[in-house]
């Protein structure tokens, strides 16, 4: 099998992984729903358990992040240009945008930041967290169509996604 015979097989595998990881970000907002908006008190406060689903959402937001920016959209990118050479993924994302398959660069800049701040969580910078998870809660619509748009694009693409 050849390189480029092997792009659809990660497209399928990372499209069940950015799955999993989008269904456990809802369960998670489901069970968060009442607590937010979020507040420096409810991140200080000792419920073990409300933490614990607060590091899941957060440890889920990441892993999709991860999953579609390392394998998903390279690939995706990849099998429509016919070719598995590394590209600048600012070009990849240009690209699918002007395709229509993003929603747009900015909103996966935008959700980017965001990972970007919760993986550097300082003990001192409570606020930003607080902001950050916030602002993550009210745009989530937005990353889920940004998402929901490349796995439909990819469904209609390649036979086995479903």
């Not at 968060?32 to 073990?48: G, K």
């Not at 998903?72 to 690209?95: C, E, K, M, R, S």
């Not at 229509?100 to 965001?114: E, M, V």
Request: charged share 25%.
């Amino acid at each position: 099998m050849t390189a480029a015979e092997k792009i659809p097989l990660t497209i399928r595998s990372s499209i069940k992984e950015c799955d999993t990881h989008l269904r456990r970000m809802n369960r998670g907002l489901s069970l968060l729903a009442e607590f937010f908006p979020v507040s420096e008190e409810i991140l200080l406060e000792n419920d073990d358990m409300r933490i614990e689903h607060i590091d899941q959402f957060i440890y889920r937001f990441t892993k999709l992040q991860d999953s579609m920016g390392t394998r998903l959209l390279p690939a995706l990118y990849g099998y429509l240009q016919g070719n598995d050479q590394p590209v600048p993924f600012l070009d990849i994302l240009n690209t699918l945008e002007k395709m229509g398959i993003i929603t747009s660069a900015a909103d996966w800049q935008f959700f980017r930041n965001l990972r970007n701040n919760l993986a550097h969580d300082y003990p001192d910078s409570v606020d930003q967290t607080v902001l950050t998870l916030n602002l993550l809660y009210s745009e989530f619509g937005r990353l889920e169509a940004l998402y929901t748009n490349v796995r439909q694009y990819c469904a209609g693409l390649i036979e086995g996604i479903q």
